[in-house]
């Protein structure tokens, strides 16, 4: 049972360049979420799904777009990536929305 | 709207003293509560949680946390810290309003360091 699990761990970038940030977990979770946190802001919400097949927006989507087309994986994209994305990304799931979310051990993003 | 304030940004502590990390929140419905701890370089984990039942919730290392919901907080303390809990600290919110799509909404953490 690995819980929840993200690739890659780090990566760098360069403006412009596309990538996609994979989020795997093993729980049979219906809910799962991309989060961003930078210094002194805590974690905010960019995308989350409640179900396989659906997406929604959270407070911060702009730049992001997202897919669940297996219960299991949530797909996190950059289409062109800017200097402002540079952070860390964790992926979560839960079982409901109000219930517990297990966080993935994150992924460090540098946009140059 | 739902939304989660931590007083302290970060809170030095001895070893051996006691802690207490402040959260206040606001929300129009009633409200489930979490502490998440996130130790350096890994992921969030429940620290623990208030959905309903008694005020006083007691989670995992020692820690405990109050619902007041009169002053809308939700306290975490400690009553003798160590080292090792030497971690940032988060307050989240998810309020019951909406159907079933609730959110967490998290504090911008809390920095704990615990010094010998």
């Known amino acids: 049972n690995a819980g929840v699990t993200q690739t890659p761990k780090f990566r760098v970038l360069k403006t412009g360049q596309s990538m996609t940030l994979l989020c795997a977990q093993d729980?049979?979770?219906?809910?799962m979420y991309w989060y961003r946190q930078d210094p002194g802001m805590g974690l905010r919400l960019i995308h989350y799904?409640?179900?396989?097949?659906?997406?929604a927006k959270g407070e911060v989507p702009d730049g992001y777009n997202v897919s669940r087309l297996k219960k299991q994986n949530f797909l996190l994209g950059l289409e062109s990536a800017a200097p402002s994305q540079t952070s860390v990304y964790f992926c979560?799931?839960?079982?409901?929305?109000?219930?517990?979310?297990?966080f993935g051990p994150g992924t460090r993003l540098t946009v140059l | 709207a739902q939304s989660v304030t931590q007083l302290d940004s970060q809170v030095p502590v001895f070893e051996e003293a006691p802690v207490e990390l402040r959260c206040n929140y606001s929300?129009?419905?009633?409200?489930?509560l979490f502490w998440y701890v996130q130790y350096p370089n890994q992921g969030l984990q429940l620290l623990l949680k208030?959905?309903?039942?008694?005020?006083l919730v007691k989670g995992i290392n020692g820690f405990e946390a109050e619902f007041n919901k009169s002053q809308t907080s939700f306290h975490l303390r400690k009553p003798s810290v160590h080292i090792s809990d030497t971690a940032e600290y988060f307050c989240?919110?998810?309020?019951?309003?909406?159907?079933?799509?609730?959110?967490?909404?998290f504090g911008k953490g809390t920095l704990l360091t615990v010094n010998p």
């Open positions: 979560a799931s839960s079982y409901s929305g109000a219930d517990t979310q297990y």
């Open positions: 729980m049979n979770h219906e809910y």
């Open positions: 799904s409640v179900g396989e097949g659906t997406t």
């Open positions: 929300s129009s419905v009633s409200v489930y």
């Open positions: 208030y959905l309903s039942g008694s005020t």
């Open positions: 989240a919110v998810s309020d019951l309003a909406g159907g079933s799509n609730y959110k967490l909404t």
